[in-house]
T-cell receptor
């Protein structure tokens, strides 16, 4: 079954509004990564969080990793049309298999 | 971006054809991956290679055959595909497959007719 759940699947906002996507794992993750895929493009790595409760910022983007290392969120403040795309979370489970578990992604549409 | 390069970018093939997808990474990474991305489905991991050794085959049909001749190159050989195999095929690489992020190529948009 799906190891990493991500909600919402779709989000439509007006430019200037905030946006948040949530990621939940059924098991503890050793790290959480976030990727962005523009329409017609490929996933591009944004950031990785490793520590429990870690918070990182990239300009208008704020990434959080939960205390239990099972959930994460990406928050965008004052969205712009350039933020359009699908945001994926992904995480390793700390096993030697090395599989990276991806969420289904949240497709963000920003109206001007 | 030139870190991970995939060719061709687009491919249309008949069900009886044989074709190959190519991936090359210039990042010095040790692991390479093939993913399948279909509409409205999550990214599906197909194969994982670590130091040129296949370490994972995620129940992929035998009509998909990967090859990793060295740590910089990865191929996906295709034969007798089905229309439902039409998708975006993404190659990725990472330094350490157990902890590091994946860097993706631009993908091959495959259409099986």
């Amino acid at each position: 079954g799906q190891q990493v759940m991500q909600i919402p699947q779709y989000q439509h906002v007006q430019e200037g509004e905030d946006f948040t996507t949530y990621c939940n794992s059924s098991t503890t993750l050793s790290n959480i990564q976030w990727y962005k895929q523009r329409p017609g493009g490929h996933p591009v790595f944004l950031i990785q969080l490793v520590k429990s409760g870690e918070v990182k910022k990239q300009k208008r983007l704020t990434f959080q990793f939960g205390e239990a290392k099972k959930n994460s969120s990406l928050h965008i403040t004052a969205t712009q049309t350039t933020d359009v795309g699908t945001y994926f979370c992904a995480g390793h489970r700390g096993s030697t298999l090395g599989r990276l578990y991806f969420g289904r992604g949240t497709q963000l549409t920003v109206w001007p | 971006e030139t870190g991970v390069t995939q060719t061709p970018r687009h491919l249309v093939m008949g069900m009886t054809n044989k074709k190959s997808l190519k991936c090359e990474q210039h990042l010095g990474h040790n692991a390479m991956y093939w993913y399948k991305q279909s509409a409205k489905k999550p990214l599906e991991l197909m194969f994982v290679y670590s130091l040129e050794e296949r370490v994972e085959n995620n129940s992929v049909p035998s009509r998909f055959s990967p090859e990793c001749p060295n740590s910089s190159h990865l191929f996906l050989h295709l034969h007798t595909l089905q229309p439902e195999d039409s998708a975006l095929y993404l190659c990725a690489s990472s330094q350490d497959r157990t902890v590091d992020p994946a860097f993706f190529g631009q993908g091959t948009r495959l259409t099986v007719v």
